[in-house]
């Protein structure tokens, strides 16, 4: 079992940058997939992003292609959501997630993942 914890969220205005970090452990963190997801007052939960154990495949919601980055440091048990050029849309909760199946793909629902963080607050003002 791996334990999740998120911090680096907070208030921001429009065009800020921001970002995440996600600190794991109880288990070995470099054999989990890693994913972000958020969740809006009033939405279902939304993937955001997912890295690979080795940090080599790494796929974005479209809605975020091009302004945020997903990293992961194996070392520091760690992964991170660099977040760039945000907008009053991207408020939401934040939560990394940890996949422990050795399934490929983009696995962009929140039931293909075991474990979750307590998540983080970004708020994005206009």
């Known amino acids: 079992q791996v334990r999740l914890l998120e911090s680096g969220g907070g208030l921001v205005q429009a065009g800020d940058s921001l970002r995440l970090s996600c600190a794991a452990s109880?288990?070995?963190?470099?054999?989990?997939?890693m994913a972000w997801f958020r969740q809006a007052p009033g939405k279902e939960r939304e993937f955001v992003c997912r890295?690979?154990?080795?940090?080599?495949?790494?796929y974005y919601a479209d809605s975020v292609k091009g302004r945020f980055s997903i990293s992961r440091d194996n070392a520091e048990n760690t992964v991170y959501l660099q977040m760039v050029s945000l907008t009053p849309e991207d408020t939401a909760v934040y939560y990394c997630?940890?996949?422990?199946?050795?399934?490929?793909?983009?696995?962009?629902?929140?039931?293909?993942?075991?474990?979750w963080g307590q998540g983080t607050q970004v708020t994005v003002s206009s």
């Open positions: 997630a940890a996949d422990r199946s050795y399934l490929s793909g983009v696995r962009s629902k929140a039931s293909d993942y075991d474990y």
């Open positions: 109880g288990d070995t963190f470099s054999s989990y997939a």
């Open positions: 890295i690979s154990r080795a940090g080599i495949r790494i």
